[in-house]
């Protein structure tokens, strides 16, 4: 099926995405920081990409996001942003407003379920190039 990278500094996080995203055939690596995670991207070119908001800073997932699609070779990769940012913080970040300006192609709040999960993945996988929200200005699913 596709390749998947998930990025998360939590490891029970990376590996219940690693299950449940392998469940459907995927292949599916991880890394725990923003950092780790453009590298491995870079070096494995995945299909789609999951990747946490707070990890080693408040924005680290905001700022690898932005480093994404700014490599040329990785900016037509879906990115999933998974976070618990709006449980863990008062920033109340609203997808819908605030996510106008954010790179990413969908946003889910933790916890995730496996069925929320495989089929936001499903989507993700299916968009074409110019559907892919590279600037940031495109509604998120």
């Known amino acids: 099926m ?7 500094d939590d490891p029970d996080i990376l590996a219940t ?4 995203l392998s469940s459907d055939g995927h292949e599916v690596e991880t890394a725990d920081n923003g950092t780790a995670g453009l590298e ?3 070096s494995w070119q995945p299909d789609c990409i999951v990747l946490d908001v707070m990890m080693t800073t408040d924005t680290e ?8 699609r700014q490599d040329e070779t990785l900016q037509h990769t879906p990115i ?11 920033a109340k970040f609203d997808p819908d407003k605030d996510g106008e300006f954010l790179p990413v192609d969908a946003f889910i709040e933790k ?14 996988l299916a968009l ?3 559907e892919i929200n590279i600037a940031g200005r495109k509604q998120i699913l």
């Open 2 to 8: 596709a390749k998947i990278l998930c990025v998360d």
């Open 17 to 20: 995405c690693r299950m449940i």
């Open 40 to 42: 491995k991207a870079k």
């Open 61 to 68: 997932g905001f700022h690898a996001a932005y480093a994404i």
């Open 80 to 90: 999933l942003m998974l976070t618990s940012i709006n449980e863990t913080t008062n």
């Open 111 to 124: 916890p995730v379920t496996p069925d929320n999960l495989k089929e936001t993945v499903k989507k993700l």
């Open 128 to 130: 074409t190039d110019g």
